[in-house]
């Protein structure tokens, strides 16, 4: 018996089933398309797996949107973790459940974004889920059907709108980054998500963060799942900081790792950590608003400190087999020492599957230094440089380039991580409190003068400040100490 001819008996019985109370304990047989019953089998794994062949028949690589049916289910994507009641509660336990699909080998498993079902409107807990949403696998809203229930961004107040449209958007431009994370998972078995506990088992500090994960090769994501203080207008998460340093992928703001740390975000953030010498290229979505295929314009963000190196991997998606000959591989790689260098290798594989030439947006973060010297394939070209000191960000604008040329930029003077603007960024939070302004102003005073940052943390525990206040203080003066 064919394929063919099994999934068509096998959907003529789904259309026929037997008038029978045991009818989900029917079995078809390969051989004779027979139909025979197994008390106690479960259904659901062979209703995946016929699905799953059928979308096959469509000349497309097969995807379904498929129920759990236990261990091996992940041969089935995409999976997702039931109804849930809309509710902080449920946000809470949904980071822990997502990361720990990886488990069971299920790396593309999803949510409904904002629940499903019940509970209660709440804007700050849906802007929080799509947050998640956005470092999560599958990004899906999803709801039952009430009126009042859509998860559309224009159905929340002002600030959770923008909120969402602004992390909607970094999904979108993420795009570059997770199909190669889902290369990796489909190649290598490396899931996307994957617990703290996955690279350092001997960890304790590990076990201790269940909803904080890795999220691919080059970031650490921390989602926020309870609800703002007030007074200091953040939330907290408590997180493991793995060894080296690590940077705020949103602000810059740099981290001393080895240890553990609360992180407080106010409502338009949660805390992505990127490793020092990560390469994240994602979409730049400053002319193409509306790209979906291999993108004409990338933007790179690249993190000071190590050595590192990314493989981006692009295809078109449009073949029926996922084979390695489908590829194009672009080589970029970061070169840390007192004068580092960056590299954009020329692509090569399958080019025909991407733009002929491309624009780059790189921005290098936690660098001292903006004095660069710009090569395309061994030939000098000036360079459009602007230089943020505030984040010690500095951005280098490369107009299109064919795919086929080798990009480098090299640092001419001796280039340092920098450090942390703590002034600056205790003004910014404090600027958010909703305190009295003459405890904001005795507050900043303290940290200005203070010598170090120990004093400075010294002086605030004498000022017996509300707790959240003094933890966010406390991250700000020790993140990189």
């Given at each position: 018996m064919?394929?063919e001819?099994f999934?068509?008996?096998?959907?003529q019985?789904?259309?026929?089933p037997?008038?029978?109370?045991?009818?989900?304990?029917?079995?078809?047989?390969?051989?004779?398309?027979n139909l025979?019953?197994?008390?106690?089998?479960d259904?659901?794994w062979?209703?995946?797996h016929y699905?799953?062949?059928?979308?096959?028949?469509?000349?497309?690589?097969?995807?379904?949107?498929?129920?759990?049916?236990?261990?091996?289910?992940?041969?089935?994507?995409i999976?997702?973790?039931?109804?849930?009641?809309?509710?902080?509660?449920?946000?809470?336990?949904?980071p822990?459940?997502?990361?720990?699909?990886?488990?069971a080998?299920?790396?593309?498993w999803?949510?409904?974004?904002?629940g499903?079902?019940?509970?209660?409107?709440d804007?700050e807990?849906?802007?929080?889920?799509?947050?998640?949403?956005?470092?999560?696998?599958?990004?899906r809203l999803?709801?039952t059907?009430?009126?009042?229930?859509g998860?559309?961004?224009?159905?929340?107040?002002?600030i959770s709108?923008l909120?969402?449209?602004?992390?909607l958007?970094?999904?979108?431009?993420?795009i570059?980054y997770?199909?190669?994370?889902?290369?990796?998972a489909?190649?290598e078995g490396?899931?996307?998500l994957?617990?703290?506990?996955?690279?350092?088992?001997?960890?304790?500090?590990?076990?201790?963060?269940?909803?904080?994960?890795?999220?691919?090769?080059?970031?650490?994501?921390?989602?926020?799942t309870k609800?703002i203080?007030?007074?200091?207008?953040?939330?907290k998460v408590?997180?493991w900081i793995?060894?080296?340093?690590?940077?705020?992928?949103f602000?810059?703001?740099i981290?001393?790792?080895?240890?553990?740390?609360?992180?407080?975000r106010?409502i338009?953030?949660?805390p992505v950590l990127?490793?020092?010498?990560?390469?994240?290229?994602?979409?730049?979505?400053?002319?193409?608003?509306?790209?979906?295929?291999?993108?004409?314009?990338?933007?790179v963000?690249?993190f000071a400190?190590n050595?590192?190196?990314f493989?981006l991997?692009?295809?078109?998606g449009?073949?029926?087999?996922?084979?390695?000959?489908?590829?194009a591989?672009?080589?970029?790689?970061?070169?840390?020492?007192e004068?580092p260098?960056?590299?954009i290798?020329?692509?090569?594989?399958?080019?025909?599957?991407?733009?002929k030439?491309?624009?780059?947006?790189?921005?290098?973060?936690g660098?001292t230094?903006?004095n660069?010297?710009?090569?395309?394939?061994?030939?000098e070209?000036?360079s459009?440089?602007?230089?943020?000191d505030k984040?010690?960000?500095?951005?280098?604008h490369?107009?299109?380039?064919?795919?086929?040329?080798?990009?480098t930029?090299?640092?001419?003077?001796?280039?340092?991580?920098a450090?942390?603007?703590?002034?600056?960024?205790?003004?910014?939070?404090?600027?958010?409190c909703?305190?009295?302004?003459?405890?904001?102003?005795n507050?900043?005073?303290?940290i200005?003068?203070?010598?170090?940052?120990?004093?400075?943390?010294?002086?605030l525990?004498?000022?017996?400040?509300?707790?959240?206040?003094f933890g966010?203080?406390?991250?700000?003066?020790?993140a990189?100490?």
């Amino acid at each position: 018996m064919t394929d063919e001819e099994f999934l068509d008996a096998y959907f003529q019985y789904l259309h026929n089933p037997l008038e029978d109370e045991g009818v989900d304990f029917w079995w078809i047989d390969w051989q004779s398309g027979n139909l025979s019953k197994i008390p106690g089998l479960d259904p659901l794994w062979m209703l995946n797996h016929y699905h799953y062949l059928d979308s096959k028949r469509r000349g497309t690589r097969p995807l379904i949107f498929s129920r759990y049916s236990g261990f091996g289910s992940h041969r089935y994507p995409i999976g997702f973790s039931g109804d849930t009641v809309i509710s902080w509660e449920s946000l809470d336990f949904q980071p822990y459940f997502t990361a720990n699909a990886s488990n069971a080998g299920y790396s593309w498993w999803s949510h409904d974004i904002g629940g499903h079902m019940h509970g209660y409107k709440d804007d700050e807990l849906c802007t929080r889920w799509v947050q998640f949403g956005v470092f999560s696998p599958i990004m899906r809203l999803h709801s039952t059907d009430n009126p009042f229930n859509g998860k559309e961004p224009w159905n929340y107040n002002k600030i959770s709108e923008l909120t969402m449209k602004k992390y909607l958007k970094l999904r979108h431009a993420l795009i570059p980054y997770l199909y190669t994370m889902n290369r990796y998972a489909s190649r290598e078995g490396k899931p996307l998500l994957r617990p703290m506990y996955y690279l350092e088992p001997e960890q304790p500090e590990t076990y201790e963060v269940p909803n904080e994960y890795y999220f691919g090769t080059e970031l650490i994501a921390c989602p926020i799942t309870k609800t703002i203080d007030k007074k200091a207008s953040v939330a907290k998460v408590n997180a493991w900081i793995p060894k080296g340093l690590w940077f705020d992928f949103f602000n810059g703001r740099i981290y001393t790792g080895n240890r553990m740390a609360s992180l407080y975000r106010g409502i338009e953030d949660i805390p992505v950590l990127a490793k020092a010498g990560a390469i994240v290229p994602m979409t730049d979505l400053t002319e193409y608003t509306n790209e979906v295929n291999n993108p004409k314009a990338l933007e790179v963000k690249i993190f000071a400190g190590n050595s590192g190196e990314f493989h981006l991997y692009e295809d078109a998606g449009d073949t029926a087999e996922d084979l390695d000959e489908n590829w194009a591989d672009t080589i970029m790689k970061l070169n840390w020492c007192e004068h580092p260098e960056f590299i954009i290798e020329a692509a090569k594989g399958n080019i025909s599957v991407l733009p002929k030439k491309r624009s780059f947006k790189l921005k290098f973060y936690g660098i001292t230094n903006n004095n660069i010297l710009l090569k395309i394939n061994d030939i000098e070209v000036e360079s459009s440089v602007i230089y943020d000191d505030k984040m010690h960000l500095l951005t280098v604008h490369i107009p299109k380039v064919d795919i086929l040329n080798k990009i480098t930029i090299r640092f001419l003077n001796r280039t340092e991580v920098a450090n942390n603007n703590i002034v600056s960024e205790a003004y910014e939070f404090l600027h958010n409190c909703q305190i009295e302004y003459d405890l904001k102003s005795n507050i900043y005073n303290y940290i200005k003068e203070a010598p170090n940052s120990i004093s400075a943390i010294s002086s605030l525990a004498a000022l017996n400040l509300e707790p959240t206040i003094f933890g966010a203080l406390c991250e700000i003066l020790s993140a990189k100490y």
